[in-house]
């Protein structure tokens, strides 16, 4: 049984940095995509970032291009996200999870983690 556990988030003032790191366990080479969602008050799961272990392939949500960055430590089975520049709007429970394919709907995944609280302050 896959978990991942998050940590990293915390308060930050707009324009910082925090970096959000996944561990997991019990992930099979059927998943060998780990992917970063987040959720806001009152809003949707959306997607923020996924790498594909196997070769780096990454993929960003355009409001995180270029301000955020996926990368994955495979001897250490965690993944993680470098958020630099951060907005108040990028405020939002992140959550860790794995799947087979990168996909930008949380559907298409399997497990997830409980998450970690990011809140940018302006």
């Known amino acids: 049984q896959v978990q991942l556990v998050e940590s990293g988030g915390g308060l930050v003032q707009a324009g910082g940095s925090l970096r959000l790191s996944c561990a997991a366990s019990?992930?099979?080479?059927?998943?060998?995509?780990m992917a970063w969602f987040r959720q806001g008050p009152a809003k949707e799961r959306e997607f923020v970032a996924a790498?594909?272990?196997?070769?780096?392939?990454?993929a960003y949500a355009g409001s995180v291009k270029g301000r955020f960055t996926i990368s994955s430590d495979n001897g250490k089975n965690t993944v993680y996200l470098q958020m630099n520049n951060l907005k108040p709007e990028d405020t939002a429970h992140y959550y860790c999870?794995?799947?087979?394919?990168?996909?930008?709907?949380?559907?298409?995944?399997?497990?997830w983690g409980q998450g970690t609280q990011v809140t940018v302050s302006a």
């Open positions: 019990g992930r099979t080479v059927s998943s060998p995509v």
């Open positions: 790498i594909k272990t196997t070769d780096d392939y990454t």
């Open positions: 999870t794995t799947g087979a394919l990168v996909s930008t709907s949380p559907v298409n995944y399997r497990a």
